[in-house]
């Protein structure tokens, strides 16, 4: 039997479970390589980190996922690089993995603008760790002040501040407004959770960029109305334990989270010298990298400008058509055929401010409050993978709904301290 052609897929994010699905059907043997054996839903990470789902909820093993294709398996390892002149992938404390043609989707990681420092004292939310640590973080700051008996060090324990006001910020803010206002309501004696100071920071002009004015105004009202401070362009110029410094003004807060940039990851170095200021891959209108031969690049890690002149946004139906075309021009080049460019279809970009409030722009369909609401319901439904997970949500979803509640407040041990 003549031996099939080899494709390595880097990352079991949207951007590879696409890559590995297309190729199901094309005579060549898959292997999908991650760090994690999870494929995490990251629309509704902030889901966890504020106590309304549980990390199951919204994860799934990948090998579970892509259980039923065939010539595909599934390698838990640390990709450490990427030599594509001799087509291999390396794998750090394992051998190299050799590749005919190889899918990069390795995503984004935190950017702090270059102060990485702040990390430790403002933690980001890509990961389920990184919920988990946010969900600790903001559940102690109530508990630690029940426990004061100081005023003003009870409102420095009940400060939050989030740093960025994009759909990940505004989220958070909605989410946290509502466990301090309404599911913590009746659960304290020494401290009222409803008089929680929550500060939302962008630099920008607007929250929300990506969406038109009506809706931005929208979601501001919406958060105005549960209480968030909405601080619009003025920049964090310091982070430190315990305050914000923006500008000349020092704001003191307990938990600080942040929200407001991304990074490629540094995988895409090894893939250079073509890379853009944040460190994403310039690709071809194929997704090729020029200069590496058999190497497409997909997802976050991907600067793609070639349909509108600026890089397409590091949302998930991106990289999932972005998987799908590359994936599907991998199984061109093996047939004896060419590539096609790639070309993105944008489906419409949703948010959602707390219950019963989302914003949701289809282009000619703009719909805010309740409806808006609806819709995104049904989109995040809709797009979970697993019925089990689809089913979950839904309930809990439904219970929070009718009784305020956050079901899954646990404060589980940080492994680290």
């Not at 270059?114 to 990961?127: C, E, N």
């Not at 893939?271 to 031969?293: Q, T």
């Not at 397409?312 to 061109?332: C, D, E, I, Y």
């Not at 949703?350 to 409806?371: C, E, H, N, P, Y």
Request: charged letters at 20%; one cysteine or more; proline letters at 6%.
């Amino acid at each position: 039997m003549p031996r099939l052609p080899q494709v390595v897929i880097i990352g079991g994010g949207f951007a590879g479970l696409a890559a590995a699905r297309r190729l199901a059907k094309v005579e060549c043997e898959v292997t999908i390589v991650d760090r994690y054996n999870h494929h995490v839903f990251q629309p509704l990470l902030y889901q966890v980190a504020t106590a309304g789902l549980s990390p199951g909820d919204i994860a799934s093993p990948i090998r579970w996922i892509l259980r039923k294709q065939a010539r595909l398996r599934v390698l838990l390892a640390y990709v450490s690089g990427i030599d594509s002149a001799a087509k291999v992938v390396k794998l750090d404390g394992h051998d190299p993995l050799p590749y005919d043609y190889l899918i990069v989707g390795a995503g984004a990681t935190h950017s702090y603008f270059g102060h990485d420092d702040w990390s430790r004292v403002a933690p980001g939310l890509k990961t389920l760790d990184d919920a988990l640590t946010v969900r600790r973080r903001l559940l102690l700051a109530f508990e630690e002040a029940e426990l004061e008996k100081d005023p003003e060090r009870q409102r420095f324990l009940m400060t939050f501040v989030i740093v960025g006001g994009g759909p990940t910020g505004v989220e958070l803010a909605g989410a946290l407004a509502e466990i301090a206002r309404r599911a913590l309501r009746f659960e304290y004696h020494a401290v009222d959770p409803a008089s929680a100071r929550i500060v939302l920071i962008e630099a920008g002009p607007s929250i929300l960029p990506a969406f038109p004015e009506s809706l931005r105004a929208s979601a501001r009202r919406a958060l105005v109305g549960l209480g968030v401070e909405v601080r619009e362009g003025v920049a964090v110029t310091q982070i430190e334990e315990g305050a914000v410094s923006i500008g000349g003004e020092r704001l003191e807060a307990h938990t600080i989270l942040w929200a407001a940039g991304v990074a490629a990851a540094p995988l895409g170095r090894d893939l250079g010298p073509g890379l853009d200021p944040a460190g994403r891959v310039i690709v071809e209108p194929d997704l090729l990298v020029a200069g590496h031969p058999g190497v497409f690049v997909v997802g976050d890690l991907a600067c793609f400008t070639h349909q509108t002149g600026k890089p397409l946004p590091g949302v998930a139906q991106v990289a999932k058509q972005m998987g799908s075309r590359a994936a599907a021009n991998v199984g061109s080049l093996i047939k004896g055929g060419k590539t096609a460019p790639f070309h993105y279809i944008d489906p419409g970009n949703m948010a959602t401010i707390g219950r019963a409030a989302a914003i949701a722009d289809f282009g000619i369909l703009r719909v805010s409050g309740f409806t808006g609401w609806l819709l995104w319901l049904f989109v995040h439904i809709l797009f979970l993978i697993g019925f089990r997970n689809r089913l979950s949500v839904l309930l809990q979803w439904a219970t929070a709904y009718l009784t305020y509640q956050r079901s899954v407040r646990l404060i589980t041990r940080n492994p680290d301290a």
